[in-house]
């Protein structure tokens, strides 16, 4: 399986940004998209954003369109999250995750699942 690592969170103010990072080792091909979920305490997880294998599409929440922006590089294993503009809000525990697909219900993962690296933004 492949394995996940993210780092980049962190405690910010409104107004402020964050850029997350999400290190990708072991089985690391996929054809699928990669991409970001967060999960509040008490909510359910919610799609973020989504990125083609190539990075030539991306997809976003409503939520957080125009704010924040999916990149990936291959070479090195690595997705991005550039997280702007950030509003209480945005405050999460943000997961990077394998083969992301878009079905009836809306986007989820069929492959691995990072832990999670926190985002808290202060009002």
């Known amino acids: 399986q492949v394995q996940l690592v993210e780092s980049g969170g962190g405690l910010v103010q409104a107004g402020g940004s964050l850029r997350l990072s999400c290190a990708a080792s072991?089985?690391?091909?996929?054809?699928?998209?990669m991409g970001w979920f967060r999960q509040a305490p008490g909510k359910e997880r919610e799609f973020v954003a989504a990125?083609?294998?190539?990075?030539?599409?991306?997809y976003y929440a409503d939520s957080v369109k125009g704010r924040f922006t999916i990149s990936r590089d291959n070479a090195k294993n690595t997705v991005y999250l550039q997280m702007n503009s950030l509003k209480p809000e945005d405050t999460a525990v943000y997961y990077c995750?394998?083969?992301?697909?878009?079905?009836?219900?809306?986007?989820?993962?069929?492959?691995?699942w990072g832990q999670g690296t926190q985002v808290t933004v202060s009002s």
């Open positions: 995750a394998a083969d992301l697909r878009r079905g009836v219900t809306g986007w989820g993962a069929q492959g691995s």
């Open positions: 072991g089985r690391t091909f996929s054809s699928r998209a």
């Open positions: 990125i083609s294998w190539s990075g030539s599409s991306t």
